[in-house]
């Protein structure tokens, strides 16, 4: 698919990072709650339409 991606989670706070060197686009969420990732697959769906390994990856492997 092209695209690069970084995640992590401490206490009370998640951040997702992913772009596309392809589609010249990015996107980054930064959450101050324990379930923020729960906004990631919304918003990168508008910012990189289609589908992402990266966004099944988390789906199945990242409990909040």
Known sequence: A???FQWGK???I???AM???AARAGVVVLA???TGLRAVVPI???VLPGDHPAIGWMRA???E
Do not use: I
């Open 2 to 4: 092209g695209t690069f």
């Open 32 to 34: 101050n709650g324990e």
């Open 61 to 63: 492997c990242v409990t």
């Open 44 to 46: 990168v769906a508008k």
């Open 10 to 12: 401490t206490r009370g």
């Open 14 to 16: 998640r951040a997702f």
């Open 19 to 21: 772009g596309s060197v």
